[in-house]
């Protein structure tokens, strides 16, 4: 059975992604002159893509332990089909453990995003 989410090498990659979006907020927009953001909102919405990062990671985290988990079970004279069996079937328990970190990923990348400065005019708004 074959499942929607991604191997932990490509959650460790997109991590890896919204890091360097973060670390480019700081870098990129607070130091422009042009900048009229606050410097607080750029360094919440900074925190919030790294934070992102590292909900991602931790889910990457359960999917390879998961990975590990069956390759220790799977015998030699295993199949290719027990050998896919066993691994389904650590990779379905793991999809239950990687859904807080892939809820909190989820609601830190749309925090971020609404956080990107001239997305919402929040002063605006209080």
């Known amino acids: ?3 929607w989410l991604p191997g932990s090498s490509s959650l460790n990659f997109l991590a ?3 890091a360097g979006a973060g670390i480019n907020m700081i ?3 607070a130091t422009s002159p042009d900048s009229d953001a606050p410097a607080l ?9 790294v934070l992102a990062a ?11 332990s998961s ?8 015998a030699p004279d295993f199949s290719p089909r027990e050998r896919q069996q066993v691994r389904d079937l650590y990779r379905q328990e793991s999809l239950r453990a990687v859904r807080i970190p892939l809820g909190l990923t989820l609601i830190s990348l749309v925090a971020a995003i609404a956080l990107l400065p001239g997305l919402i005019r ?5």
Do not use: H, K, P, Y
């Open 1 to 3: 059975m074959r499942n």
């Open 16 to 18: 890896g992604l919204f």
């Open 27 to 29: 870098t990129s927009v």
């Open 41 to 49: 909102t750029i360094g919440l919405d900074s925190a919030t893509w």
């Open 54 to 64: 590292g909900f991602l990671t931790w889910a990457a985290q359960v999917l390879q």
């Open 67 to 74: 990975e590990r988990d069956a390759d220790l079970q799977i």
């Open 122 to 126: 929040w002063g605006a708004l209080f």
